[in-house]
């Protein structure tokens, strides 16, 4: 079974602080991917890579930048979270089909 | 445009039959997906369709899928109250590595 395992289930945080959230995956996938999942939403996706150092944009990239320094790895960096970057983040990865996710990260930021 | 929709809500009698639909916009989509997500949780795959299928059965679950009408579907035989989750519904397509999810349809197993 693939784990996709995200370093924290809760985080708090004040605005302005930078942020890391860490997600690890056992399966030697390729790609790995940041989705944002707002209440009543489905997740949209905010970064991917598709290997070591290699990264590209999703659909809501500002405000966020992204880590791939070790194939198993992929960080989320918040550079001077805001209130408005309070959301569940969660984390996936491939190897072609499909995307397996994490258990998600509930980020506030007060 | 890339848009997946989704009814919002969707309330059974354990035992019964759930049907979940989505529809999609984009026909490059090569797959089609559903995702289950728990209170809290994050999402679990329940199961996948590439676009030159029609239908897959995994157990309790049955996917349909209507090309032409840009239409999917889950149906959950004999459904249980521990199947009352949010359920999503996402494509990728052909181009991309991204999905694009449905809001959720949130399914009520009644006792």
């Known amino acids: 079974d693939v784990k996709v395992t995200q370093s924290s289930r809760y985080l708090v945080k004040r605005t302005g602080e930078k942020v890391f959230l860490e997600c690890v995956q056992d399966?030697?996938?390729?790609?790995m991917f940041w989705y944002r999942q707002d209440p009543g939403l489905g997740p949209r996706l905010i970064y991917f890579?598709?290997?070591?150092?290699?990264?590209e944009k999703g659909d809501i990239p500002e405000g966020y930048s992204v880590s791939r320094e070790k194939k198993e790895r992929f960080s989320l960096i918040l550079e001077s979270a805001s209130t408005n970057q309070t959301s569940m983040y969660l984390c996936?990865?491939?190897?072609?089909?499909?995307?397996?996710f994490g258990d998600g990260t509930r980020l506030s930021i007060l | 445009g890339e848009d997946v929709e989704q009814s919002l809500f969707l309330s059974v009698r354990e035992g019964d039959s759930s049907v979940i639909n989505c529809t999609y916009t984009?026909?490059?989509?090569?797959?089609l997906y559903w995702y289950k997500q728990e209170p809290g949780a994050g999402l679990q795959l329940l199961t996948y369709?590439?676009?030159?299928?029609d239908m897959k059965q995994d157990q309790r679950l049955t996917v349909l899928l209507n090309k032409k009408d840009k239409h999917l579907s889950l149906r959950i035989a004999d459904t249980q109250t521990g199947d009352s989750a949010i359920y999503f519904c996402?494509?990728?397509?052909?181009?991309?590595?991204?999905?694009?999810f449905g809001s959720g349809t949130r399914l009520l197993v009644r006792p």
């Open positions: 399966m030697d996938h390729e790609n």
């Open positions: 996402a494509e990728r397509m052909d181009s991309s590595y991204k999905l694009i």
């Open positions: 369709i590439f676009s030159n299928m």
């Open positions: 996936a990865s491939s190897q072609g089909q499909p995307q397996h």
């Open positions: 890579s598709y290997d070591v150092k290699m990264k």
């Open positions: 984009d026909s490059s989509s090569t797959y």
